[in-house]
């Protein structure tokens, strides 16, 4: 249930300036307020806290970290966010909310995770959980630096920066304790089989697809430990998605009847397999077992095969212009219309989902796996 407001909002930037030494009380009520503007959705168990949501990874989870970049991996610009507060363009590869936000919102933390490289990012905003994730990112490499995005290992730098301002607010105990406690959120893999392996021919020279996908859950797995190393202990790793049943990878390779592509699929499914077994063996390692597999290839797959059992009325082509092929830049005000109803789509562009999907997908996930986040 949201608590009552007993402070108003003009009092709190005054009791800050009153003295350096209240400053842990000035964070606390900020952050009281802050996490009172949405209603939590799930119940957590008692005595259970998450002080924030936390995000690495790609386009799926981007909020805006891309929007000063010159990479073709970005969308701060109409008609992406036409359904986000207010209508605006942050970043996100989506009409509306991406599952970070969700995540936040169902939790009942705040309404949205902001993107860490955003300028008009507060203070406040820190204690409760941003996205270091970038559009175009990938575990191999290779694949983030075609895209222009944000690697891995810099997301990791920018979350040492964040680390590193949240203890001058709040200090070394609180920021332990936040780091701990928080919810951290991990989604890459997508465009390390649809933008590099299978888009690059000389790729496949020097990988096979088991040799390429171990590579990757390899990698995934160094993520998750260096993580752990920081501190995080609920910590979530999502497996790619039917890539091959995306509506850009089913026009580009799926034939005139624009079938699921069977190889792309099958790629996505053994690195799933490999990770799971990768993140199952650290997570017996460091004997935590809240260092968790989430499975995001069945409940996607399910919505796309039977998007009428969910309410949608297509699945198989993006709400953005024909929605065969319009993705990022392709999908604009200028040369591709809207679909006038986006809640009939399981996809927003021919890449990523709408919010309506994302967020089907986010209650399935929690209904599956929640005893296991705490």
Same mark, same amino acid.
């Given at each position: ?111 949205? %995770? ?11 905003? =820190? ?107 609920? %910590? ?57 597999? %989430? ?9 796309? =095969? ?17 929605? =065969? ?50």
């Amino acid at each position: 249930m949201e608590r009552p407001r007993s402070v108003h909002h003009h009092i709190i930037p005054y009791f800050c300036l009153v003295s350096s030494s209240m400053l842990f009380w000035c964070t606390f009520f900020l952050v009281l307020l802050f996490t009172t503007t949405t209603h939590a959705l799930v119940k957590l168990p008692e005595n259970t806290t998450v002080p924030a949501v936390i995000v690495f990874g790609d386009s799926i989870v981007d909020a805006g970290n891309n929007d000063d970049m010159i990479t073709e991996a970005r969308c701060d610009y109409a008609p992406y966010g036409i359904d986000f507060d207010g209508g605006v363009a942050t970043g996100r590869f989506s009409n509306g909310k991406v599952p970070g936000d969700i995540v936040a919102e169902e939790l009942g933390i705040k309404p949205s %995770i902001p993107a860490y490289r955003d300028p008009n990012l507060k203070p406040e905003d =820190l204690l409760t959980g941003v996205t270091f994730a970038s559009g175009g990112a990938g575990y191999v490499p290779l694949t983030t630096k075609l895209a222009g995005g944000i690697p891995l290992p810099q997301q990791l730098k920018y979350f040492e920066q964040y680390i590193a301002k949240l203890k001058a607010m709040v200090g070394e105990e609180r920021t332990q304790f936040i780091i701990k406690n928080s919810l951290f959120v991990v989604i890459c893999g997508s465009n390390d089989i649809a933008n590099d392996f299978f888009a690059l021919p000389p790729v496949q020279l020097h990988y096979t697809v088991a040799s390429f996908t171990a590579l990757m859950a390899d990698n995934a797995r160094s993520f998750a430990q260096t993580l752990y190393g920081y501190g995080a202990r609920r %910590i979530l790793v999502f497996g790619a998605p039917p890539i091959g049943c995306v509506p850009s990878q089913r026009t580009v390779a799926g034939g005139p009847t624009r079938d699921c592509v069977a190889r792309f699929n099958d790629a996505s499914k053994l690195f799933n397999s490999k990770l799971s077994a990768n993140i199952d063996a650290l997570s017996t390692t460091l004997q935590d077992p809240t260092i968790i597999y %989430i499975d995001i290839y069945s409940p996607l797959l399910d919505l796309i =095969l039977s998007p009428q059992q969910y309410g949608f009325k297509v699945g198989d082509k993006g709400c953005c212009g024909t929605g =065969l092929i319009e993705v990022t830049a392709l999908c604009n005000n200028y040369t591709a219309a809207v679909c006038p109803i986006r809640s009939d789509y399981v996809f927003w562009d021919s890449f990523h989902p709408t919010e309506k999907a994302y967020r089907i997908i986010v209650a399935k996930l929690f209904d599956k796996y929640f005893d296991r986040f705490f």
